[in-house]
């Protein structure tokens, strides 16, 4: 079936440096990819997202970046601060089958630690 | 604080028992999901919904139902039949569909012991 494989699975910086955190996905028709931050005991919340019409986005500190032909597409946070510690979760949506809807598949996530 | 709501927060079961989790949203959107978050899987799909009186399996619905009667309610029922229920479970909601931002819901963490 779909899947979105999400890498690394953990990642540690330092402040100040840049963290990137990587996702494939399997269906060629997948044409929305958001990604997603959950702070501890925290609900997700959208940080940015990218449409197959487009190869990257920026939005300050935050790019993603998509690669259509590898079906891969890449966040990119620069100048990370303690406070963008969290787990992120990519996903690709995914089109409808057999009468159901668009949905999206959720990578497993990557939990960011930025140390001081 | 508007949005979309869940409860209650932390919910207990005797094993055997069903139990119904509550989803409310008053953003006037159509679709509507439930995800289970595990450690380390990520958040996977139980059941979505776009129209009222309408609602699709996900990847993991056995031993779940739903029932879509309001298009601000979007209840989930686990039944005795799921095997490991204790879980995370996220509600999200949606303008029109899967390629349109997904807002999230707090979260039920739900134990059966």
């Known amino acids: 079936g779909e899947n979105v494989e999400q890498h690394p699975s953990t990642l540690s910086v330092q402040e100040g440096d840049s963290a990137v955190i990587k996702c494939t996905y399997s269906?060629?028709?997948?044409?929305?990819f958001p990604w997603y931050k959950q702070e501890l005991g925290k609900r997700p919340q959208l940080i940015i997202d990218?449409?197959?019409?487009?190869g990257e986005k920026k939005d300050q500190r935050i790019a993603v970046t998509l690669n259509k032909t590898a079906k891969h597409f890449s966040l990119h946070i620069t100048e990370t601060q303690p406070e963008d510690s969290a787990v992120y979760f990519c996903?690709?949506?995914?089109?409808?089958?057999?009468?159901?809807?668009?949905?999206?598949?959720f990578g497993a996530g990557t939990r960011l630690a930025v140390h001081p | 604080d508007g949005g979309i709501t869940q409860s209650p927060k932390y919910l207990f079961r005797k094993e055997g028992q069903n139990v119904t989790l509550s989803c409310e949203q008053n953003?006037?959107?159509?679709?509507m999901y439930w995800y289970r978050q595990d450690p380390g899987q990520g958040l996977r799909l139980i059941y979505y919904?776009?129209?009222?009186?309408?609602?699709q399996k996900g990847d993991i619905a056995e031993g779940y139902s739903v029932s879509r009667e309001k298009k601000e309610s979007f209840p989930l029922t686990v039944t005795s039949a799921q095997k490991n229920p204790t879980a995370f479970y996220l509600c999200?909601?949606?303008?029109?569909?899967?390629?349109?931002?997904?807002?999230f819901g707090p979260g039920t963490r739900l134990t059966v012991t």
């Open positions: 999200a909601s949606s303008s029109f569909g899967g390629t349109y931002e997904q807002y």
């Open positions: 996903a690709a949506s995914i089109g409808p089958r057999s009468g159901g809807y668009n949905k999206l598949i």
């Open positions: 953003l006037n959107h159509d679709a």
């Open positions: 269906d060629s028709a997948s044409n929305y």
């Open positions: 990218i449409r197959s019409n487009v």
């Open positions: 919904s776009q129209i009222v009186n309408d609602f």
